[in-house]
């Protein structure tokens, strides 16, 4: 089970810290990533993390902006945000990914999300 925290409404400019419990066995085992899904639109990659958290991925719209980060012994992932963008509002996820290629996919479960509202 995954519950997604840490939403909000902020202007632009500002930042946020999402956090992802994720319940269970082998969490460290699994790269984990979250994804967002904007108010009428597919759901999109936003960042990924290896298992060990040694090595980050990031979609083009937020890398230099975001830093996705974990912390295994606690079954947690992070999403720092920073200098936030009306376009970044959307419901955030998190979920186990994997990669085919050059693109992420998710492969686990889904929690209920958390609500970014980024205002101009």
């Known amino acids: 089970q995954l519950v997604e925290s840490g939403g909000g409404l902020v202007q632009a400019g500002d930042s946020l810290r999402l956090s992802c419990a994720a319940s269970?066995?082998?969490?460290?085992?699994?790269?984990m990533g979250w994804f967002r899904r904007p108010l009428g639109k597919k759901r999109e990659f936003v960042a990924a993390i290896s298992p060990s958290g040694d090595n980050t991925y990031y979609a083009d719209s937020t890398e230099g902006r975001f830093t996705v980060s974990r912390e295994n012994d606690k079954n947690i992932l992070y999403l720092q945000m920073n200098n936030l963008r009306p376009e970044d509002t959307a419901i955030y996820y998190c979920?186990?990914?994997?990669?085919?290629?050059?693109?992420?996919?998710?492969?686990?479960?889904w929690g209920q999300g958390t609500q970014v509202t980024v205002s101009s």
């Open positions: 269970g066995p082998n969490f460290s085992d699994y790269q």
């Open positions: 979920t186990a990914v994997d990669l085919y290629r050059t693109t992420w996919y998710p492969i686990g479960s």
